[in-house]
C-alpha cells in the first residue's frame, strides 16, 4: 500500500501521479490535500510517515512546490528515508543505495512527464541489500539516538 500526500504545490502534480497510479493497478491512500488552497506541508508529512511507520503503507510519496520542505519534515521521522528526485537516476539510487521509503517531489519543479516515470522508477526497484549500504542505513539511524 502507498500512501500519497502534498500541500498546495504539490496538489496538481499528486492528480497525475494519481492517474498513474490508477492505471497501473497500485494501492494508495491519499491523506491530502485536496485542493490548491495554502496549506502547510508538515501536515501531510506527518499523516503519510504516521502510515509507513504504523505500518499502513510501506511506502509513500510527498509533494509540495519544490519537495524539500515536506522531505525535511519527513525525514524528522527516524526509519523515514525520504528522497528528493528530480531525475530517474536518483530515484533508482535512492532505493537501491538508500533504501528510501518516501520518494518527494515539487510541482513547481518537475512537469507531470517526468515525476510519473520518477515514480514508475522508485516504485519497481528494489534495495540492493549491499552491505555497506546496509551499514550506512543502520548509522544514519544510528544518529536518532
Ligand atoms: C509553499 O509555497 C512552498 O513553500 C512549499 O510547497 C514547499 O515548496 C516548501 O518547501
Known sequence: ???????????ELKLEIKKYLDDNGFEYIDFGTDSTASTDYTIYAKKVTDA????????????????IG????ANRRPGIRA????????AEATRSHN????????GRVVGAGLAVKIVDTFLHTDFSN??????RIA???????
Do not use: P, W
Open 70 to 73: 515536506i522531505s525535511m519534515a
Open 52 to 67: 509507513i511507520l504504523s505500518g499502513e503503507c510501506d511506502k509513500g510519496i510527498l509533494l509540495c512546490g519544490t519537495g
Open 1 to 11: 500500500m502507498i500512501a500519497i500526500g502534498c500541500d498546495h504545490g504539490g496538489y
Open 83 to 90: 528522497a528528493v528526485c528530480t531525475d530517474c537516476f536518483m
Open 139 to 145: 548509522m544514519i539511524e544510528e544518529m536518532n539516538q
Open 99 to 106: 533504501d528510501a521509503n518516501v520518494v518527494c517531489m515539487g
Open 130 to 135: 549491499g552491505e555497506r549500504h546496509i551499514h
